[in-house]
């Protein structure tokens, strides 16, 4: 046996009577070294940055020693074992067909479920799962699953390059009001990927265990501007984005500051309320420790309402300003006395006459009222008043048709 790339330039075992993957000192053509690259640690069993994951299964190496190799070697590995020890295979596949519940299964399948497992294994943030050995998992995995539907391996679910920029560019609009760039997309969907590999989630009885919140990673990766698992990921651009997040937020409150302010302004002056900026202070300080806007605004009603009577003291508590209650009186005002409805302030006498301690009084009532004021005289419904009494005689006497 020796190691050659097939066809798609993977490595595996090749029978050529040279050695015997499973016999100790058999081995007689070197194992090649392979570079799994990327971000984080090996097993226990990586040396020289090659990445590789303990087998278990009582399989040994060369030198004896438990048998260790990286992921993209066992799947060869394992379906080789079949014609060369049967025995040690059979030990796999009866722990490949507890956790999947298949009956049947091929030497090929056997060594692509657990080259994938060891895979997931390496790039897992499972202390537990990356310190045992790969027949541990299978140990720990069927336990869990007894009674149950079997557990799945743990799987590392990596955003697409088009999946990762929609989280991204959402998480971007979120924070900061803008799409990544480029550069930035590239940056984070690197990282973004590293952090799911690292962080493969389980499915056990019909349930998902672990994996990655892509939006929680997304959001502490902006705002600290720190990838925790490698600190020294695109430090440059994450620090940039966190400081332009901070920036941003900065505005982003004082304008909130500014639009509680005027929110409550606003309901202030629709009850004929002039806020001092003590009591402003004061309720910005009530809602930043948690009160709604809303009590604020109802309390600044409650204070408007003294003096009125019951009826208009529930409307009130409700939500109703006062500005609403007298706009009826106000538009007959403007259309009595003949002036701009725009000019008519809550705290104008002759319009808050409409409104008294006991109760309101009724549309016609107060037409009547507004009669006694010096300014009804000259006005328009005044002069048409006369007129229309002046016809009214003429029509009497018969000097009009």
Do not use: C, H
């Not at 557990?151 to 990596?158: D, F, I, R, T």
């Not at 009590?295 to 003096?307: E, P, Q, V, Y």
């Amino acid at each position: 046996m020796s190691w050659t790339k097939d066809k798609n330039g993977t490595f595996v075992w090749t029978p050529d009577g040279k050695g015997n993957p499973n016999k100790a000192g058999d081995n007689v053509t070197p194992r090649p070294s392979f570079d799994m690259g990327g971000v984080g640690t090996g097993t226990a069993g990586s040396t020289n940055n090659i990445y590789t994951v303990d087998v278990g299964f009582g399989l040994v190496d060369d030198k004896g020693n438990p048998l260790a190799l990286p992921p993209i070697q066992i799947g060869s590995y394992i379906t080789t074992l079949a014609g060369i020890n049967p025995k040690a295979y059979a030990r796999v596949k009866s722990a490949v067909a507890a956790l999947t519940g298949r009956k049947t299964l091929d030497p090929s399948y056997v060594g692509g479920y657990v080259s994938k497992l060891a895979t997931n294994i390496m790039g897992s943030s499972d202390v537990l799962a990356k310190t045992g050995t790969i027949e541990d998992y299978f140990r720990t995995a069927i336990k869990s699953s007894d009674g149950g539907t079997a557990a799945s391996p743990p799987q590392s679910y990596v955003s697409s390059p088009t999946q990762a920029k929609g989280d991204i560019n959402k998480t971007f609009g979120d924070l900061l009001g803008r799409q990544a760039t480029d550069k930035e997309l590239n940056a984070i969907t690197s990282i973004l990927n590293d952090a799911q590999k690292k962080n493969p989630s389980r499915y056990v009885d019909g349930v998902t265990y672990g994996g990655l919140d892509k939006e929680q990673f997304l959001v502490d990766l902006l705002s600290t501007g720190v990838y925790a698992a490698n600190p020294k990921a695109s430090p440059g651009i994450l620090s940039n984005i966190a400081k332009e997040l901070n920036t941003y937020q900065t505005t982003v409150n004082q304008q909130g500051v500014l639009k509680v302010e005027d929110s409550l302004n606003s309901v202030a002056n629709s009850n004929g309320i002039s806020l001092s900026k003590n009591q402003l202070d004061t309720y910005k300080s009530r809602i930043k420790g948690g009160e709604s806007i809303d009590t604020i605004k109802n309390d600044i009603r409650s204070i408007a309402s003294l003096g009125q009577p019951d009826s208009i003291k529930k409307l009130m508590q409700s939500g109703t300003d006062l500005e609403t209650l007298y706009s009826p009186y106000k538009r007959i005002m403007a259309s009595s006395l003949g002036v701009n409805p725009e000019t008519i302030t809550l705290d104008d006498p002759t319009l808050r006459m409409a409104i008294g301690p006991d109760k309101e009084m009724s549309t016609y009532d107060y037409k009547k009222a507004l009669r006694t004021d010096n300014r009804w005289k000259y006005s328009q419904e005044a002069n048409d008043e006369v007129t229309n009494m002046i016809s009214q005689v003429k029509r009497d006497f018969g000097f009009m048709g």
